[in-house]
């Protein structure tokens, strides 16, 4: 079975998880290294965000 490309850019995924407080582990671990609760925080500050944005671009 193949592996899917994720949705998240790098760089947007570096931005979220320094926000969240565990970017020194993906440094270190990389991101086979975090958490799942993290991963799933890491989704939902993501959405969190796409919504924001299609709110403000509605204005």
Not at 2 to 8: D, E, K, P, T
Not at 16 to 41: C, H, M, P
């Amino acid at each position: 079975m193949s592996r899917r490309h994720g949705m998240m850019s790098d760089q947007l995924k570096e931005e979220i998880a320094r926000e969240l407080g565990f970017y020194d582990t993906v440094q270190e671990e990389g991101w086979g290294g975090i958490k799942s609760r993290d991963a799933g925080n890491m989704v939902k500050q993501a959405v969190q965000m796409a919504e924001q944005s299609m709110s403000e671009n509605k204005k």
